[in-house]
Structures are given as structure tokens and as C-alpha cells.
């Protein structure tokens, strides 16, 4: 792994995983967004 071009390696993974790459950091943005809210919410509730 250490001697892997990263510039290669990304354009393989890329082209492997196609369209699905795109709805995984979608998916990724939104659930981190609801952890990040729900984090908040409860500690604005418990007042921390």
C-alpha cells in the first residue's frame, strides 16, 4: 500500500464504484449534519 500512487489509486476506486462514490459523501453530509443537530439539541436541553 505504502508504494501506491494516490492519484492512481483514486481514479481506480473511482471508476469502480462510480455513481455510488457521489451518494456515499451525500449520505455522509446528511447524517453527520443530523448527529452534528441532535448533539446540540441535547446539550442546549441539558443545559451543558
Not at 508504494?3 to 451525500?26: M, S, V, Y
Not at 449534519?33 to 436541553?45: A, E, F, K, N, Q
Request: proline letters at 0%; hydrophobic letters at 45%.
Amino acid at each position: 500500500m505504502a508504494g501506491w500512487d494516490a492519484e492512481h489509486t483514486t481514479r481506480k476506486i473511482e471508476a469502480n464504484i462510480g455513481r455510488d462514490l457521489q451518494f456515499i459523501r451525500i449520505n455522509g453530509t446528511v447524517v453527520g449534519s443530523l448527529v452534528g443537530l441532535l448533539i446540540y439539541t441535547v446539550t442546549r436541553l441539558a443545559g451543558v
